[in-house]
C-alpha cells in the first residue's frame, strides 16, 4: 500500500520544539496533532530529551495529551501502541543514517524518507494485525517482517 500525500514540513528548529513542550505540558491544540506532528515530536524526544525514556514514557505521554483534549483512548480510538512504537523503530533508523543537521532539516527529511510515511508500518504489519484491538492496546509483534532494530518483547 502506498499513500500520496504530501506532508506539512517545518520551517523553524523552534516551531518543532513548541509542538514537542505544548506536548509534553498538554497544551498543544487538538487540530495540531498531526501525523507530521507526532513525528517531530517523536523525533524531538529521540533527539534533545534524552531525560525521556521514550519506550517506557511515549504511552502515558500521548494518553495523557489525548485525554487532555476530550480524546477517549479506549479500542478504536485514541493512543495506538504498535502503530507508534512502529515509527518509533522507524524514527529511530532514521537518526542512524541522515547527514541533516539541524531540528527541522531533520523532520522534515524524515517527513519526505520512507520511515515517515503513512504506510511505513504496513511494511512489518497485515492490516487485520495492525488495526486489531490486541495492536492498539499493546504492542504486538510484526507479522510480516520485523521492525528495524526492535527488539522481541519477552514475557519469561
Known amino acids: 500500500m502506498t499513500t500520496d500525500h504530501k506532508p506539512r514540513l517545518f520551517g523553524r528548529d523552534s516551531d518543532i520544539r513548541m509542538l514537542g513542550e505544548g506536548l509534553l505540558a498538554c497544551t498543544l491544540p487538538r487540530e495540531a496533532w498531526t501525523h507530521e506532528a507526532h513525528l517531530a515530536a517523536c523525533l524531538w524526544l529521540l533527539a534533545e530529551r534524552p531525560d525521556i525514556d521514550i519506550d ?3 504511552g502515558p505521554i500521548i494518553r495523557r495529551f489525548n485525554e487532555s483534549v476530550g480524546g477517549v483512548n ?9 502503530i507508534t512504537r512502529a515509527y518509533v523503530a522507524g524514527v529511530r533508523l532514521f ?5 541533516e ?3 527541522a532539516a531533520r523532520v522534515n527529511a524524515l517527513l519526505h524518507a520512507p520511515m515517515g510515511r503513512r504506510d511505513w508500518p504496513l511494511r512489518f504489519y497485515s492490516r487485520d494485525l495492525l ?20 527488539r522481541a518483547i519477552s514475557l519469561e
Open 56 to 58: 517506557a514514557d511515549i
Open 74 to 82: 479506549d479500542d478504536h480510538n485514541g493512543y495506538h501502541d504498535s
Open 95 to 99: 537518526l542512524t543514517e541522515t547527514d
Open 101 to 103: 543537521t539541524g531540528l
Open 131 to 150: 488495526f486489531s484491538v490486541a495492536a492498539r492496546r499493546g504492542f504486538v509483534e510484526p507479522d510480516l517482517a520485523p521492525l528495524p532494530g526492535h
